[in-house]
């Protein structure tokens, strides 16, 4: 009986059906918190939560109109540390270098991406916050690019590959030099998927709250100068999450479900954009 | 979300050179702008290794070896000792690894080897946006969803069921370091599925075949020539998983209930490396409290680094080992 070819197509069968329930219970965090998040954020999401400022405690309504501008004059910041870096070294990781040199240099981008972004708050708190003696979006944004630059630099250079290497062998035939080459052939013809590694890079960090707490800082008001310290929507969504009043819990429910959308929103649109080969790669 | 697995590189690149080797002055600058950007990896290493033993050498100094093994946290009096932290750490990321760990291989044995093809991109698609949910969200549905629920059922169930071991004993607040464990879970199945979806797929298809051919059925297969031969890689995405979870901070922070202290209870509320650094770091308002926290930091740097050099060596060499795999 016990390895008759009925019990082990039994067998099988069992396994396909407990790995699929597996399956189902991997993707049922996203459904609960996804139906949480639409069920006590929507009724609180309207047209003064992304026109006024957040009130004082007891005061009813109120929105936070700068945390989200104040999250994207982050992410901005962000991306003028991450971008040039991230993808430059990725240009040179697929354009140059030697076999074991870019091993290595991938090693430690890896491993890189892999330090807690807490840390990332400690180290740029010790850089700038305690040196310049003030909590600001500066640290906040350097913070969140530092954490940018390894995942641009390892989604750029994968994207560099899939150009075909007939339109550099085509280029250089032709007596364009190696580094115009790479910007107006390679990289121009990935312009595509390098787009797509940056957006999904800032939507990777659009919703990290850890690197903010100590360089952000966070503000009730607006910020009229960067060097002070900034709102930022994952901080709010924190502080608010913790604090003992209900309408400011239901401000948080507000605030994520506007943060999750912002973020699902960019990562469908970035693979309706980029063609199937460019998807994989992400 | 870069591939675990180096995919096949193509050979053009020593042709390339061949033919045209960086000349002239504008190759030369871009060649070396572009190094000195790839550079930055390693800088940053760097970089974040000095200003954590920079910011925590005084701590360093006045607590040695001490800071490591002692459990008072005491800021009043200027006695710190990281042991609580160390154990609410290991602790909850154990309990994750316990759930998450089967759950993540058998879903990516399921998308890879068991599941009808249609169904294989929606649920691939579903686990990268639960990858994509803030840490910071997921910790506000587990303070006003999963806590209570967790205090009303399940943890009554299991304390009447193992409530004579010390593991599931004493009383029950709802914040835990089960609860911790948990929440961190969620925020590691996607990435071991992920990760261990990629190396599964990276097994050769003669694996397979050769197994089919011998009268295996699907499960067989799986079992015999995917598994076997992707253990290697598998358990690198798991020490990958260990890496995050031991980094892991607004979630834990919002669930764990944030006391220092060692208790065998699971039910007990815990605290963890990271997640002190997040409560306390704004208010630590003498020198030696502020270093006391970057060396917490330090600690929590270097094991993580450990957990992630240990799983990118396995994952790397798990590569190499595919190539040389598919040649014989």
Known sequence: MKNSHLWRKTKSALASAASFVCALLVIAPLALVFLHLLRSGASAVNWSFFTELPKPVGVAGGGMVNAIAGSFELLGLAALVGVPVGVFGGVYLAEYGTVRGNWLLRFVADVLNGVPSIIWGVVVYGLVVLRFKSFSAYAGGLALGFIMIPLIMRTTEEVLLLVPAGYREASLALGISRWKTIVHIVMKTAIKGIVTAILLALARVAGETAPLLFTAFGNRFWNHDLSEPIAALPLQIFSYAISPYDDWHRQAWAGALVLVVMIFFVNILVRFLTRERVARVL | ?328
């Not at chain 2, 045209?20 to 070396?32: E, H, Q, R, T």
């Not at chain 2, 093809?117 to 006003?144: D, H, K, N």
Request: net charge positive; hydrophobic share 55%; proline share 6%.
């Open chain 2, 1 to 328: 979300m870069p591939i675990a697995v180096a995919p096949e590189r193509p050979a053009v690149r020593s042709t390339i050179d061949r033919m045209a080797p960086p000349s002239g002055l504008g190759d030369k600058v871009f060649k070396w702008f572009t190094l000195a950007m790839a550079l930055a990896v390693v800088a940053l290493v760097f970089l974040v290794g000095w200003q954590l033993a920079r910011g925590s050498s005084l701590a360093i100094h006045r607590f040695g070896f001490h800071f490591l093994a002692t459990s008072t946290w005491d800021p009043v009096a200027e006695q710190f000792g990281a042991l609580p932290f160390i154990y609410g750490t290991a602790v909850s990321s154990l309990i994750a690894l316990i759930i998450a760990v089967p759950l993540s291989i058998a879903t990516a044995v399921y998308l890879t080897e068991l599941a009808p093809l249609w169904i294989r991109q929606p649920i691939v698609s579903l686990i990268e946006m639960l990858a994509a949910i803030p840490s910071v969200i997921l910790g506000l549905w587990g303070i006003f969803v999963m806590i209570p629920w967790l205090r009303d059922h399940p943890f009554p169930f299991l304390k009447k069921i193992f409530g004579w071991t010390p593991f599931f004993s004493g009383p029950i607040y709802g914040v835990s370091m089960l609860a911790g464990g948990i929440i961190i879970a969620v925020m590691i199945l996607p990435i071991i599925t992920s990760v261990s979806r990629e190396i599964l797929r990276s097994v050769p298809n003669l694996q397979r075949e050769a197994a089919y051919a011998l009268g295996a059925t699907r499960w067989e297969v799986t079992r015999i020539a995917v598994l076997s031969y992707a253990k290697k890689g598998l358990f690198g995405a798991v020490i990958l998983g260990l890496g995050r979870a031991l980094g892991e901070t607004m979630a834990v922070t919002m669930v764990i209930g944030n006391t220092p202290q060692i208790r065998a209870s699971l039910f007990a509320p815990g605290y963890t490396l990271a997640s002190v650094i997040a409560n306390e770091f704004t208010e630590a308002t003498t020198d030696v409290y502020l270093q006391a926290l970057f060396e917490i930091g330090l600690v929590l740097f270097g094991i993580t680094i450990l957990a992630n050099l240990l799983a990118q060596l396995l994952l790397k060499t798990m590569g190499s080992t595919i190539k040389s795999g598919a040649v014989q």
